[in-house]
């Protein structure tokens, strides 16, 4: 069974620009949740979405978005990239339970 | 509000010596707490969680964890620690009415051969 999916892998952006991230959950879990994972520290929770409606969001601006598709699939996206948002971005799928299952991320370096 | 305190940024070992992690937590309701794996410039692996019933759970790869209320803690061990255990561990707390995780800044092990 395939795992959580994430793309891109790896991605390059400047100041100002936006960017998109895709989410793609174990077939059957209906949860997406999204983290941030800068360098050197632990992954902060930015989104939660279950079945195609947020239940929680972290402390992020608000140039941070997502939404959740049918196929229960996700896109974080965000606007007026800065520097600081440089960082690893956490895709997380889950059924009904507790348990959390991690994508690989997608390493997001803003220039 | 929840939170989770590694101790520890960096913890070397030699090969084959105890591996002792620590982690404490808050929370303002019973938490479900777990502990993760990270391999470079990978994603996070479930190396155990504790939920309800006994409180020492155990995990993948020979480690477990012993959930101790009074003390708010949930420190991982294992016996005898091996190369290929060198790398990053989480630390974390899951309560709330949604499925916030909160994470530690967790602990780089480096094992010594």
């Known amino acids: 069974d395939a795992g959580v999916t994430q793309s891109p892998t790896h991605l390059i952006k400047t100041r100002g620009q936006h960017v998109t991230l895709r989410c793609s959950p174990i077939?059957?879990?209906?949860?997406v949740s999204w983290y941030q994972q800068v360098l050197g520290q632990g992954p902060q929770f930015i989104f939660q979405?279950?079945?195609?409606?947020?239940?929680g969001r972290g402390n992020f601006p608000d140039r941070f978005s997502a939404r959740q598709f049918p196929n229960y699939s996700s896109e974080l996206n965000v606007n007026a990239l800065l520097l600081g948002d440089s960082a690893l971005y956490l895709c997380?799928?889950?059924?009904?339970?507790?348990?959390?299952?991690f994508g690989p991320g997608t390493r997001l370096t803003v220039l | 509000a929840q939170s989770v305190t590694q101790l520890g940024s960096h913890v070397s070992v030699s090969e084959g010596a105890l591996v002792l992690l620590r982690c404490n937590y808050s929370s303002s309701v019973p938490p479900y707490l777990f502990w993760y794996v990270q391999y470079p410039n990978q994603g996070l692996q479930l190396l155990l969680k504790?939920?309800?019933?006994?409180?020492l759970v155990k995990g993948i790869n020979g480690f477990e964890a012993e959930f101790k209320k009074s003390e708010t803690s949930f420190h991982l061990t294992k016996p005898s620690a091996h190369m290929s255990d060198a790398a990053e561990y989480f630390c974390a707390v899951l309560s709330g009415g949604y499925q916030k995780v909160t994470f530690g800044t967790g602990t780089k092990l480096q094992v010594i051969p």
């Open positions: 077939s059957g879990h209906k949860s």
């Open positions: 504790y939920t309800t019933g006994a409180t």
């Open positions: 979405y279950y079945e195609k409606e947020e239940r």
């Open positions: 997380a799928s889950s059924s009904q339970g507790d348990e959390q299952f």
